[in-house]
């Protein structure tokens, strides 16, 4: 597609050269369910697709009737709280309780 480089994540459907649209609406179903969470989290390497898997998602919901939802990109190593329990749940593997 001209003017879209293979590193910067999707912005719609029309890109999705990966069918990333088919797990995108999976999620896009369990967040209009009645037993959805109030929180989900989508974990990934750098240069995964979470970016583009987001941008999906958010383009089914404004072209759905459903209410209004709020897609928070949050990295845990930007918070101190997030490494502390990351670096505890490391430890907790490290000596085989979880």
Request: hydrophobic share 35%; charged share 25%; proline share 3%.
């Amino acid at each position: 597609m001209p003017g879209h480089s293979i590193h910067d994540p999707i912005r719609c459907e029309s890109q999705d050269t990966l069918e990333r649209r088919y797990l995108a609406e999976r999620i896009f179903d369990r967040l209009v369910s009645e037993s959805c969470p109030e929180v989900i989290g989508i974990y990934g390497g750098w240069g995964t697709g979470k970016t583009s898997l987001l941008n999906l998602i958010q383009e089914r919901w404004q072209k759905s009737n459903e209410q209004t939802i709020q897609i928070e990109h949050f990295d845990r190593k930007d918070s101190v709280v997030a490494r502390e329990i990351h670096g505890a749940v490391n430890s907790l593997r490290q000596v085989g309780l979880l």
